[in-house]
């Protein structure tokens, strides 16, 4: 039996389970993958106690993923660049190699819900400066994105993420994040606005061109505000429940050996579990 799970503090909401569930019921595989609570103050043995229980690896959510960066014996080169880790395999050695696969799984979700191989073409309007919108400008940058512009309330953490992540970033102020879209191409908000029990982004579409394509990271509503007002003027929209599916594929291919498939059964019971 392959053992793998999902390590956080509290962990109980983590939907993880059940996208590694259904895999594993998809697939026939032998294997569990359950909730491990990790107190912060136990991180360090309690993730090494990990490897000896025989767990192939584990996924890393709230608050742990700076932390587990620090404790890895390998990591990727996205792991490397957000400093954050959020999928764990341990080696036939023992030692810990830490991946991200959050921007994958931010770039996979895009690609799947358009129909496209590629991103849209044109710049990109980031909004939010956090750990997501690290992975997504990430992801951007890797798929060859000509120009990235990003807006944050607290501009300090914007400049710091675009000196930190190099690349063609530039920074808009927050009070003018809607100000120039006529040329955007994508707009993804990843902020918590939006999300329920949070007010909405404030942001006026009115500027952006029809073909313009407007995403969220938030999934729960999966409709966020923004999507639905996007919607109503007829862009092409990707809510943000895919993002979680899809980062889910590299650690389960790694553990489990199967290259998983995100399938609308597999959707449907995440919105299912979702309550929506
Ligand atoms: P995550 O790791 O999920 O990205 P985070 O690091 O807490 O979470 O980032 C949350 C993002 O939502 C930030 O960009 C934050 O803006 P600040 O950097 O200014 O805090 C943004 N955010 C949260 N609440 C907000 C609000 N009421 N208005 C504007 N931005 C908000």
């Known amino acids: 039996m392959i053992r793998a799970g999902v390590v956080g503090w509290p962990v109980g909401h983590s ?14 595989i032998d294997g569990e993958y359950v909730k491990i609570p990790v107190d912060p103050g136990d991180f360090e043995a309690g993730i090494r106690a990990l490897a000896g229980r025989g767990f192939s690896g584990f996924n890393v959510t709230v608050p742990h993923k700076e932390a587990a960066f620090g404790l890895m ?8 660049r957000l400093r954050a880790v959020n999928t764990v395999t341990v080696r036939p050695d023992g030692g810990l190699h830490g991946a991200n696969t959050d921007g994958f799984g931010f770039a996979e979700n895009l690609k799947a819900g358009l129909g496209r191989p590629a991103l849209p073409e044109g710049p990109a309007l980031v909004i ?14 890797d798929e060859g ?3 990235i512009r990003l807006a944050n309330r607290t501009a300090e953490r914007a400049e710091r993420l675009a000196a930190e992540l190099g690349g ?14 006529a040329d955007v191409a994508l707009v993804v908000n990843c902020t918590s606005l ?4 949070s007010p909405p982004l404030e942001f006026s579409l009115s500027g952006l061109a ?9 999934y729960a509503p999966l409709e966020t505000p ?3 007002a996007a919607r109503a003027r007829g862009h092409r929209t990707v809510d943000g429940l895919g993002m979680l599916l899809h980062q889910g594929r590299p650690g389960f291919e790694r553990w489990f050996g199967v290259a998983p498939e995100v399938d609308g059964r597999l959707r449907a019971r995440m919105v299912e579990a979702l309550g929506q």
Do not use: C, Q
């Open 73 to 80: 014996d390998e990591v990727d080169s996205a792991a490397k």
């Open 194 to 197: 939006g999300m329920a029990g």
């Open 210 to 218: 029809p073909d313009a394509v407007v995403t969220d990271i938030v």
């Open 15 to 28: 939907l993880s389970p059940k996208l590694h569930g259904y895999w594993l019921e998809k697939y026939s």
């Open 145 to 147: 994105a000509d120009h």
């Open 168 to 181: 063609p970033i530039s920074i808009v102020d927050w009070d003018r994040r809607d100000g120039e879209l």
């Open 226 to 228: 923004l999507l639905a």
């Open 128 to 141: 939010g400066a956090g750990g997501a919108a690290r992975a997504v400008v990430g992801a951007l940058m």
